[in-house]
């Protein structure tokens, strides 16, 4: 499986070795992509066996600019419906010693996890519970401008909306120690109808063979339109025992409150193990079990002391087979 990109500036453009030259040659025209199927199993919801998500990307390169437009199929896509099937479509300027500038439909700075599942550790998120193919804190993509620096030891992004009243994302990096990562992202959209404060903060370090990160997620809203304020943080490890085998362990809780309220609503805890297995450079799948427990809404004083007890409401297993060209 592909890592988690963890430079700043490693959002702007991902280097697929795998890549097709699908113009000319020497045209900087490269097709690349991947095809994820899933299976999964809660004991709320059922069975599902499913192409998950197919995803094609097209990327062109020359001289200072480059460009990126991403197609999401498949029933986990999650392309916006006025955009039909894109993802992203974005065009960056290099101005060179670090400066950058882009423009158009691009992904969110937000949260330690990403994305796409090729660079994912496990299957599901960690603040999703109800809705296993959201991500309920972080944003996902918008369309914007957006200036980027970075250096080897920081860097630094300022993104903002190009809707009406529009909103920002502010997000800065730290790497000038080796094997480590630091991020800080702050976002405000409160002048719109909907609108809202997100912040994540997050590290990782790398020990050789393990990677353990830590994070917290913040999403205050800030009108009834919006929705309740969510609280979460997770923390994480993956050790590879081989170039090929891989196991993640993962907890995060999310806790849940009224817009206007201080009083939790819900207070969900979530333990995650994953062993992932790459059968080629190109070919890779794993397995998840998910427990969820809950602590405030609904518990039940199980043992008769005068207290809420949790329990477990919650169980998720999956099945992921991801190929990459």
Do not use: C, H
Request: net charge negative; hydrophobic share 35%.
């Amino acid at each position: 499986m592909k890592n988690k990109l963890l430079s700043l500036a490693s959002l702007l453009a991902v280097f697929n070795a795998n890549a097709i030259e699908i113009g000319p040659t020497g045209s900087g025209v490269e097709m690349s992509g991947f095809i994820d199927i899933a299976f999964t199993d809660q004991n709320t919801g059922g069975q599902e066996t499913a192409i998950g998500q197919v995803e094609v990307n097209f990327d062109y390169s020359s001289g200072p600019v480059s460009a990126s437009v991403d197609l999401d199929f498949g029933s986990n896509s999650k392309y916006g419906v006025s955009d039909g099937n894109l993802e992203e479509a974005v065009i960056t300027y290099d101005f060179g010693n670090g400066f950058s500038a882009s423009a158009g439909k691009m992904l969110s700075y937000m949260g330690f996890e990403a994305f796409d599942p090729t660079n994912m550790y496990q299957y599901s998120y960690a603040y999703d519970y109800g809705n296993y193919a959201v991500q309920s804190i972080y944003d996902a993509y918008d369309v914007g401008v957006s200036i980027d620096y970075a250096t080897d030891d920081y860097s630094i992004g300022v993104w903002s909306s190009a809707e009406n009243s529009a909103g920002y994302e502010l997000a800065l990096a730290y790497t000038g120690i080796d094997n480590l990562t630091a991020k800080a992202i702050w976002s405000d959209f409160s002048d719109q109808e909907s609108a809202y404060t997100k912040n994540t903060y997050w590290v990782s370090y790398n020990f050789g063979n393990l990677l353990v990160a830590g994070e917290i997620a913040e999403a205050d809203s800030k009108a009834a339109a919006t929705g309740d304020d969510k609280d979460g943080f997770l923390i994480m490890g993956n050790y590879a025992f081989t170039d090929k085998t891989a196991l993640t362990l993962r907890y995060s809780q999310e806790e849940t409150s009224g817009w206007n309220s201080d009083v939790l609503t819900s207070d969900i805890g979530k333990f995650t193990i994953s062993p992932s297995y790459s059968f080629t450079d190109n070919f890779s799948g794993l397995i998840e079990l998910s427990t969820y427990d809950e602590d405030v809404s609904g518990a039940i004083d199980y043992d008769g002391d005068g207290s809420n007890d949790s329990r477990d409401i919650e169980n998720l297993l999956a099945v992921e087979l991801i190929y990459t060209f």
